[in-house]
């Protein structure tokens, strides 16, 4: 009996041994769930800024000349470093031309310049101007408008002259766009000139050029007539014009040469004090 009572405690002892191998072995299958976390290497090369990095999303729609600016302000800077156009310019045309974003070129085609088909061979939209339901681009962006309108003045000829003038001096950029025929208005230089001062939308040159605006004709001719050139003028035909000899107009101005540019601010009649 004794024996019996031996042998079943000794199996007892042995399948317990035997359950706790088991229970602590480790399945090969289990998967391992920890973590390794890579830290992200980081980027200290200065970038250059493109025009498709800039974020012009518009989600809600422009209430705003301010927010107009706000949107698009970095835009018209990244134009004027590449093409050299003023942003305070670019600026000005656009609110003054899209209607500060609200006009339903811009709204529907993000088209804020008014730019017209011409040879583009994208997207177009068919909205009233000179003539009924004429063509218009149409853009996927409206940064893409604003990168548009810097190619149609660097590309044609007849706004080449503007190119010859200061980046900085807004006024003769405003004059210059008329004289070059960019639009009928007789007063569109004084509109882009009042929105410019208004919303001191030359600070955005100023940043870009690091110079500030410097005034380089009204200073000094206050009381006296000027003129401003247009395509064709040469000393002699304003000389002719106004009655004056070259050598006068040149000593009034101060030129050293017959070289002129358009949108160039002559005086052509000294003020009372100048005598």
């Not at 422009?62 to 942003?87: D, K």
């Not at 309108?149 to 001096?169: A, E, I, M, V, W």
């Not at 230089?189 to 110079?211: A, Q, W």
Request: glycine share 6%.
């Amino acid at each position: 009996m004794n024996k019996i009572m031996l042998i079943v405690l000794a199996l007892l002892v042995f399948s317990c041994g035997s359950k706790k191998a088991i229970t602590k072995k480790k399945d090969p299958r289990k998967t391992n769930t920890e973590r390794v976390v890579i830290p992200k290497e980081t980027k200290t090369d200065p970038e250059v800024i493109t025009i498709e990095e800039i974020n012009t999303n518009i989600t809600k729609p422009i209430t705003s000349v301010e927010e107009y600016i706000a949107t698009f302000g970095p835009v018209a800077q990244e134009e004027m470093r590449l093409y050299g156009i003023p942003a305070s310019i670019k600026l000005a045309q656009g609110i003054l031309e899209s209607n500060s974003g609200k006009g339903r070129l811009s709204v529907e085609a993000n088209n804020h310049f008014g730019i017209k088909c011409h040879d583009w061979t994208g997207d177009r939209i068919y909205h009233d101007d000179d003539a009924l339901q004429e063509c218009f681009r149409k853009y996927v962006d409206a940064k893409y408008s604003f990168r548009d309108h810097s190619l149609f003045l660097t590309t044609r000829s007849r706004y080449s002259n503007l190119f010859t003038l200061k980046k900085n001096d807004y006024k003769a950029w405003a004059k210059g766009l008329k004289a070059a025929g960019y639009a009928t208005d007789k007063k569109y230089p004084d509109k882009l000139i009042s929105l410019i001062e208004r919303y001191n939308l030359h600070k955005f040159d100023e940043v870009v050029t690091g110079t500030k605006y410097e005034e380089t004709v009204v200073s000094n001719r206050a009381g006296g007539a000027t003129y401003t050139v247009v395509k064709g003028d040469t000393l002699y035909s304003i000389s002719r014009k106004y009655n004056i000899t070259v050598k006068e107009l040149q000593d009034m101005n101060g030129l050293r040469d017959n070289a002129l540019s358009i949108g160039q601010e002559l005086l052509i009649k000294p003020s009372s004090t100048n005598f």
